[in-house]
């Protein structure tokens, strides 16, 4: 399995995502969170710190890791914002408007935060990366496959509103098409194989390490929204553990090393999709209620 035909199904996936969170999310939905500098602020601090700082913990304390999975831990760590985060937190009752302006805000933001917590991590762990994800190269990911499509999205809402009424339920049906396509892609038989041939070298204890990162950041996120609806739990819990897949797959290519550090970020996509399974489940059923 080869990770630049695994990232360029990714961003076409992506892009299909994305182009349907712009055009049925209108720009004041994607500004809901700005208006809550309380809750954006909690928000910001589960994903792009606590996150990173549980990963920086848990390496510390299992100085023995391979250099590899810290490097590819680390790299999770400074990709927040992942697309499928909107699609994800759907499925566990999340709240829609809060996910997509929490998605768009941490877009903006993974222009300053990457990089830093890449170079962070780089300073503490010495992961010997050869690259310190160039901002330049973050910027034409995000830009290409999130800031794009959400774009076109907000612009044909703008230009052509009543065809958008009408694209909005195919294209509805596109996206969560291409959300199960994803989904697919890492639990059809023969690609999870691959993926459990490529991710078991790496070693239980790392396993155990991604396990553990999941849970604590479902927990950090439901802390940290606590005081919200139990929809807004969900979806700040689903965005703590979602990590951008495609650019942490991007940045492993530019360190020189993709065979060395891409099982570790495959494996944590394989584990968070489990584990957040049965959160999703059980979080569903909690936000019904309240939605009711």
């Not at 496959?145 to 052509?160: E, H, K, M, T």
């Not at 994803?182 to 239980?204: D, E, H, R």
């Amino acid at each position: 399995m080869q990770a630049p035909l695994i990232l360029k199904a990714l961003e076409i996936i992506i892009f299909i995502l994305m182009l349907g969170l712009g055009v049925n999310q209108s720009l004041a939905d994607l500004r809901a969170l700005w208006r809550n500098p309380g809750l954006m602020l909690r928000s910001l601090l589960a994903v792009t710190v606590l996150f990173p700082l549980a990963t920086g913990l848990l390496l510390k304390l299992m100085p023995s890791v391979p250099p590899g999975v810290a490097a590819g831990l680390a790299i999770l760590a400074a990709c927040p914002g992942a697309p499928v985060t909107y699609k994800r937190s759907a499925m566990a009752g999340g709240d829609p408007a809060y996910t997509s302006s929490l998605h768009i805000t941490m877009a903006i933001l993974t222009l300053l935060i990457t990089p830093a917590t890449l170079a962070l991590f780089n300073a503490v762990f010495q992961l010997e990366l050869e690259v310190s994800a160039p901002l330049a190269e973050v910027a034409r990911q995000v830009a290409a496959v999130q800031f794009l499509p959400i774009g076109l999205g907000l612009l044909l809402q703008q230009a052509a509103p009543r065809a958008t009424q009408r694209l909005r339920q195919p294209l509805r049906r596109l996206a969560d098409g291409a959300f199960l396509a994803l989904a697919a892609m890492l639990l059809f038989p023969v690609v999870l194989w691959a993926i459990v041939q490529l991710v078991w070298p790496i070693g239980g204890w790392a396993i155990a390490l991604m396990a553990l990162l999941v849970v604590a950041g479902l927990g950090l996120g439901v802390l940290l929204a606590r005081q919200q609806p139990p929809g807004m739990q969900s979806s700040l819990a689903v965005a703590t553990i979602a990590r951008n897949l495609g650019l942490a797959l991007l940045i492993a290519q530019l360190g020189g090393a993709p065979e060395r550090i891409s099982p570790t970020i495959l494996g944590y996509a394989l584990v968070s999709l489990l584990l957040a399974a049965p959160f999703s489940i059980w979080s569903k059923r909690r936000s019904a209620p309240a939605a009711g």
